[in-house]
């Protein structure tokens, strides 16, 4: 049975001898090509199968009769794909326009008279199909990687927007919340929130955030987590508090943050969010007793409070940083896949006749050169020489190997004709 998978490969013979046609396709299916094949018996009918499924090879008989020639045919199966090849059948080789037929897309002839059997046939249509199969899928990659760029750059948008609605609006909600309550509670004077993030896999490591009371993002060059009084109160788990902390630092115990500098006393608390996450609450300069003056120390029961707070914001702190880290994470996955797109666009730029084209590197070039002026001697010139071999490379790429033939007979016909009227040849044992 037929393959029905739009990633084979089609074959389509056109040929208006019904025996000719069964004959084609029954060595095709005999060849077991993964190849849908396909029969018409004249160009009108050929144009409606090219209309329902995309024709990579055209098997084309040179005389259709009634008027219609392969060639004409050809032209206008360009229309439905613009990469089709054909394998010319005809037995009237010696009216073939060669050339214009190869850059029309014929990239093979066969002989009725002289060549046309089983073998020659099936080998012609193997060595098309070498050179369809790699480019189809390499177009078929082509295409996918800029349909998923441009659904890529359609959702990017769409969850940036998400994010900017979303967050930073709960996080900074959750701090200002919890932090309020406390202040409100205690007496505290102003507080902070210091989120640290662990991964061993990640680069940088360890990241720090701090958040102000409002719950904004506190701008600051943070000292390290571990010699930090946060990195202490981790350690500790439980409720902290320090009474004189500029002692503190003088003791060389911690080293304070920027904006732990100049306060007086401190109520620390530790969050228990997620692992490889640490999350501190820090109070600052207790009011005293209304009518007193300066600070107060926080008391045994703030640090009750402050750890009942914690268990109770520790939820919500969760929900809010989960939904950020989700967040950044697609926005990363989708950033990660435009630049692997684009880089791999980049790679698969022009056609890969295009890159096929591209002379060898010039290393190559230049022992190349260097082997022909050790033999040509006064032959020739060597960078003539392999402009001509390297013209002749590029035309095989573009037209196949029925291009070269054509130029060696080209070639052939003009020694030939040297020869004769240098009488070069005479003269030759």
């Not at 054509?406 to 030939?416: L, P, T």
Request: proline share 5%; aromatic share 4%; net charge negative.
């Amino acid at each position: 049975m037929a393959p029905t998978d739009d990633a084979v490969e089609t074959i389509l013979i056109v040929d208006d001898e019904e025996p000719v046609r069964r004959t084609f396709r029954e060595w095709l299916e005999g060849a077991g090509l993964n190849c849908r094949i396909l029969a018409a018996a004249d160009a009108e009918a050929a144009l409606v199968k090219a209309n329902e499924h995309t024709i990579d090879l055209a098997i084309l008989d040179w005389n259709l009769g009634a008027g219609n020639d392969g060639l004409r045919l050809l032209e206008d199966l360009y229309l439905f794909n613009p990469d089709v090849v054909a394998i010319m059948i005809t037995g009237f080789a010696q009216q073939a326009t060669p050339l214009d037929a190869m850059r029309m897309g014929v990239r093979d002839y066969l002989d009725k008279n002289q060549d046309l059997n089983r073998e020659s046939f099936l080998a012609a249509v193997g060595r098309q199909l070498h050179r369809i199969r790699p480019a189809k899928r390499e177009r078929r990659l082509h295409a996918s990687l800029i349909a998923l760029r441009e659904a890529l750059e359609k959702i990017l948008p769409l969850v940036q927007s998400a994010q900017a609605l979303q967050d930073p609006v709960p996080l900074p909600q959750a701090i200002h919340s919890l932090l309020h309550f406390l202040l409100r509670s205690t007496g505290g004077t102003d507080g902070v929130l210091l989120l640290r993030s662990y991964d061993a896999e990640r680069e940088p490591q360890e990241t720090c955030r701090v958040y102000d009371a409002s719950g904004a993002p506190v701008t600051a060059e943070l000292v390290p987590f571990a010699r930090s009084l946060a990195g202490t109160v981790v350690s500790l788990q439980e409720p902290y508090a320090i009474t004189n902390l500029g002692k503190a630092a003088a003791d060389g115990a911690v080293e304070l943050q920027p904006f732990e500098r100049g306060r007086q006393s401190l109520l620390a608390a530790p969050i228990a969010v997620a692992p490889g996450v640490q999350v501190v609450l820090e109070l600052f300069d207790k009011k005293g007793a209304p009518g007193a003056t300066g600070n107060t120390a926080f008391t045994v029961e703030d640090q009750r409070l402050a750890a009942a707070a914690a268990d109770l914001g520790a939820e919500m702190l969760r929900q809010a940083l989960a939904e950020r880290q989700m967040q950044q994470v697609l926005i990363q996955a989708v950033e990660a896949a435009l630049e692997a797109s684009a880089s791999i666009t980049t790679t698969l730029q022009g056609t890969a006749r295009e890159r096929q084209e591209q002379p060898p590197p010039a290393p190559v070039l230049e022992r190349l050169r260097e082997t022909l002026n050790e033999n040509l001697a006064a032959g020739g010139d060597a960078a003539d020489t392999l402009r001509l071999a390297e013209a002749i490379r590029v035309l095989a790429v573009r037209h196949g190997p029925g291009a070269v033939e054509h130029c060696i007979r080209v070639v052939e016909s003009v020694r030939a004709l040297l020869d004769a009227a240098t009488g070069e040849g005479e003269t030759r044992p």
